[in-house]
């Protein structure tokens, strides 16, 4: 069990171009789950993961924002065209059904636009 | 959005001494959890607390659940350097779905 994995740990863009992030969550976990997160505030919901299947997205994924988990394993998030209010923390957490909702977090990545 | 607040935003503590931060909630709640964050790091499960649970121990850590009131509070005690960190209630509505976080008691244990 080597945790949840995050892809790259820091990524700086220009205003405008795309981005895309992999999560690789512990391996036998089924649910994956991305948040954000700005400075000095507490993780906020993107969008959740059982197995292969997108459940839920949250109103903060605009339609510049896509998650994917197409064999059921690792994730991609992309944004497309980004802004300057994209920068913060995009942080990826796993958890197995049946033990309480507990989530296992990444170390995060963190977005600057400039 | 956020869940709730916690109280207090920043605590500043001597080694030894006890830490007590508290969370408010809006909605009824499955569980509830504390997590830690170290500084650009991720989080860290410390404690989940059930609805129907009133009381909760771990090690150093004591957790209460108040529903009535839609409170929550954690309890450090004898505090370590270690501990400096920032401290996050999250609650959930069904096992399964997302979490939602309160905005973080900062804690710095001063050796």
């Known amino acids: 069990d080597t945790g949840v994995s995050q892809n790259p740990r820091h990524k700086i863009t220009k205003r405008g171009q795309n981005v895309t992030f992999r999560c690789d969550p512990i391996?036998?976990?089924?649910?994956l789950y991305w948040y954000r997160q700005t400075l000095g505030q507490g993780p906020e919901f993107l969008t959740y993961f059982q197995n292969e299947a997108q459940l839920e997205k949250s109103r903060l994924l605009s339609d510049r924002f896509s998650a994917e988990r197409p064999k059921g394993s690792f994730s991609t998030l992309e944004i497309q065209r980004t802004e300057q209010g994209d920068s913060a923390m995009y942080l990826c957490a796993s958890s197995l059904a049946g033990q309480g909702n507990i989530q296992y977090f990444g170390a995060g990545t963190r977005l600057s636009v400039l | 959005s956020q869940q709730g607040e916690e109280d207090p935003q920043a605590l500043s503590i001597q080694e030894g001494e006890n830490a007590t931060m508290n969370c408010s909630y809006k909605t009824s709640i499955n569980n509830l959890q504390w997590y830690r964050q170290n500084s650009g790091r991720g989080l860290v499960h410390l404690i989940l607390?059930?609805?129907?649970?009133r009381e909760k121990h771990s090690g150093r850590l004591r957790v209460t659940l108040d529903t009535s009131k839609k409170s929550s509070s954690l309890l450090i005690t004898a505090s370590r350097a270690a501990d400096t960190a920032s401290y996050f209630c999250?609650?959930?509505?069904?096992?399964?779905?997302?979490?939602?976080f309160g905005g973080g008691t900062r804690v710095l244990v001063k050796p």
């Open positions: 999250a609650t959930d509505g069904a096992a399964g779905n997302k979490l939602t």
């Open positions: 391996s036998e976990h089924n649910r």
């Open positions: 607390i059930r609805s129907n649970e």
